[in-house]
């Protein structure tokens, strides 16, 4: 198996082989003109009707799966990211998760309030082989959400790097990508604790917890890098 190969595998999150998966990739990409075009569709779709709402969290890895998010069509940014992997992959077109933190200035205050900062951790979005390259793509918020806040949504032309923009409308300070932590094949949950609870404390320990030693709780300390 080749690199790229690794990053078209349905994984434990990524189940891009599942049945709801297949069936929307293969709809939504229908008389494409290659992968670009396939990517663009499919980042749209993800982007706008996949509706981002960052208080859909859970301790519950099986609400991390791709086709779990696909029944939902909401989720903040870490689902919408798997989603768009495990439907690029089912179109064959390589993809990964980039890990990062970022700085949100247009951050709620009631969000800022139950985080402590208005550092996002894990910032979770796409890395896509498109024409012989890797591209970045965030498909985290949904236009509507951008039409409320004065920010620029997030366009994709499945040849340049799609990044959420470092100021709104106004040219006031929107996101900061404060550190990269590299990328991978499936959700690297180990790395996404150790880091946050190094970013967060306790309030990230909360996060995983789950009452006495269960699978749930096993599943999430035994995770892999990808």
């Known amino acids: 198996m080749n690199e790229l190969d690794l990053y078209l595998q349905p994984t434990k999150w990524i189940d891009c082989d599942h049945p709801l998966i297949i069936k929307q990739a293969v709809d939504l990409t229908r008389g494409c003109n290659g992968d670009s075009d396939k990517a663009v569709r499919l980042f749209y779709y993800v982007r706008d009707k996949c509706h ?42 390589p993809s990964r998760l980039i890990l990062a933190s970022i700085r949100n200035h247009k951050s709620p205050p009631e969000a800022v309030k139950m985080m402590g900062s208005n550092i996002f951790f894990p910032h979770v979005y796409n890395h896509i082989y498109l024409n012989q390259s890797w591209v970045k793509a965030a498909p985290t918020f949904d236009y509507d959400i951008c039409q409320r806040i004065g920010a620029a949504a997030v366009e994709f032309d499945g040849v340049n790097n799609a990044i959420l923009p470092r100021q709104d409308l106004c040219g006031g300070l929107y996101i900061e990508y404060l550190e990269e932590f590299g990328w991978f094949d499936d959700v690297p949950w180990k790395i996404i604790r150790d880091i946050g609870y190094k970013i967060y404390g306790e309030g990230m320990r909360e996060w995983f917890k789950s009452g006495d030693k269960t699978d749930r709780q096993e599943n999430m300390e035994n995770m892999r890098p990808g």
């Open 52 to 93: 981002y709402n960052m208080y859909d969290l859970s301790d519950h890895p099986d609400d991390y799966r791709s086709s779990k998010i696909m029944e939902k069509r909401q989720g903040w940014c870490m689902p919408k990211a798997i989603l768009l992997t495990s439907l690029c992959r089912a179109a064959g077109i």
